[in-house]
């Protein structure tokens, strides 16, 4: 079944358009990955998706439309983003950061339970819950920040760049930990990458974004055999 | 030296807050103790830090500048002025409906929040506290006008069952003003751990991972201004009982906005006893610098304190006393809320 449906996005910032139609989709538990280079709008189309800025075309979750939602409301239907950077908030605790991630939700014996699972995932979190997000490494904030995502229990998560800043060593760990809440948690990904190695790795499907279109798509697979494509845009 | 750890809920941490409210109260009955002229003067400190608290909601753990909430405290002000002076309502009874007016305006104020932010946001609240003393003048019938409002001190009086007369009153209004100020202060202590208080700081800190993470921003905002604006009305309804003088150039433009902006800063932003500090420093830095110098020359002093306090402690002057008590003493949460669930 299709979670989301893209349809001709278009989006930009005042005058400037980034987003000159793209069109994608996701099937219910995919890990789908969007590549380009900088300035190619992947960042653009998680914030449209995300409600935070106002979109065209037709954008589809769950076969009802999204368009117009604030971004809580979208949050609500099931939808969550990573931002880039660090989608944290420094001066509250670790525990409170999830506690944010659940603003929408009233069940607390639940929010607790939730909050166990993901320290049970992310362990790191489990030793810090009261210490200052922002006395956090890198790594543990961007860890923090999808633990804080999964908090609303999202059907589709969104991350853009989770591997910026980051040492390899600690993005491998992250992409195999997103690998495993992808296949055991029924959680859908929609991941924004520069790094395409790793990406593909994670991703069933991939979506290569340039100027804001789509100029190719396709398996995984297919993208690690296609040596223009690699060669063009993955650089190895 | 390793600090000692104290979880909140425990023995040890109720023994340092009843020992933190005896000194509390210690000083205030010593406060009383002393000649008219100083227990007024504390009773403007516990005001302005009322008022301070209040720009700390907005300003301090949201991070909304406002340079507007002189209007607020002018409001707040005149509606108690007004009603005392015109309709003869005891003070008391005025507090509420100063309260309530501020926090009308407030969340007039705060719509403009839900489009626009930083500085443009700050150039809304500019325009409030440009308007309020003209909005004064305008209507002379009901504020005075320019001449001002006068109010007797008759009317004034603490009310009967006080058994205080009406040169009294001084004694009174200092009291009133440390219950006024004990209620914000816990108000604030608990509005900040609610979940409003850590949306507030989530939007401070991150605004597009806050609304990300389904934080209604625009309630949040809309909801902080009119809270803000309640709390440094309440601190206008009672100093225009301390005043009983009120006139729009007096106590009500920017400068106003501006001597709490500089209260809070000093004070620390975003801490519950930083606006407490910040009036201190407010009303005595200029004691104490006037003291140095005359005229001009206290002035610059004055100026240059202010800026090597903010050099010095960009956390303020409570941010950086409780760092420095966190050598000692490690307030740790409790079980259940702080470590693993």
Known sequence: ?236 | MTPIHVRTGSAAHRGLQIAGLAAAAGALLLGATMEAFRVGQLTNVMIFAIAISGLNLATGYTGLLSIGHSAFFGLGAYTTGVMVVTYGAAPMTTIPLAVLLCAVLGFVVGLPALRIRGLYLALVTLAVGVAFPEVVRRFEDLTGGAAGLVIRSRQLAPPEWTGLTVPQRGIWLYWVSAAALLITLVLVRNLTRSRLGIAMIATRDNEIAAAASGVRLATVKTTVFGLSGAVTGLAGSLFAMYVGALSPDGSFTLLKSIELITGLFLGGAATLFGPVVGAFAVVYLPYFTADLASGHVSGVIFGAVLIAIVFLMPEGIAGVAGRFLGRFIRIAPHENQGERP
């Open chain 1, 1 to 236: 079944m299709t979670l989301l449906s893209v349809q001709n996005l278009t989006a930009g910032y005042g005058q400037a358009r980034v987003l000159h139609g793209v069109d994608l989709t996701i099937e219910e538990g995919e890990a789908v990955v969007v590549l380009g280079a900088n300035g190619a709008g992947k960042t653009t189309t998680m914030r449209a998706l995300a409600g935070l800025i106002g979109f065209g075309g037709r954008v589809e979750f769950e076969g009802s439309p999204l368009a117009g939602l604030r971004p809580d409301a979208v949050v609500a239907r099931g939808v969550s983003l990573v931002p880039q950077g660090r989608g944290t908030f420094p001066h509250l605790t670790v525990l409170e950061n999830l506690h944010v991630g659940a603003a929408l939700r009233r069940d607390k014996r639940g929010i607790k339970e939730d909050i166990e699972r993901w320290c049970g995932v992310f362990p790191v979190l489990a030793e810090r819950t009261g210490q200052a997000a922002g006395t956090l490494s890198g790594g543990e904030q961007q860890m923090l920040a999808v633990a804080r995502a999964l908090m609303s229990r999202p059907r589709l998560l969104l991350c853009d760049e989770p591997s910026l800043g980051l040492a390899p060593k600690i993005v491998a760990e992250l992409f195999g930990i997103l690998a495993t809440i992808n296949r055991e948690q029924g959680v859908s990904l929609l991941l924004v990458e520069q790094n395409a190695e790793l990406a593909l790795a994670l991703a069933g499907r991939v979506y290569l974004l340039e100027v804001g279109r789509v100029i190719a798509s396709g398996t995984a697979a297919e993208f690690r055999e296609d040596e223009t494509v690699r060669r063009a845009y993955l650089g190895y």
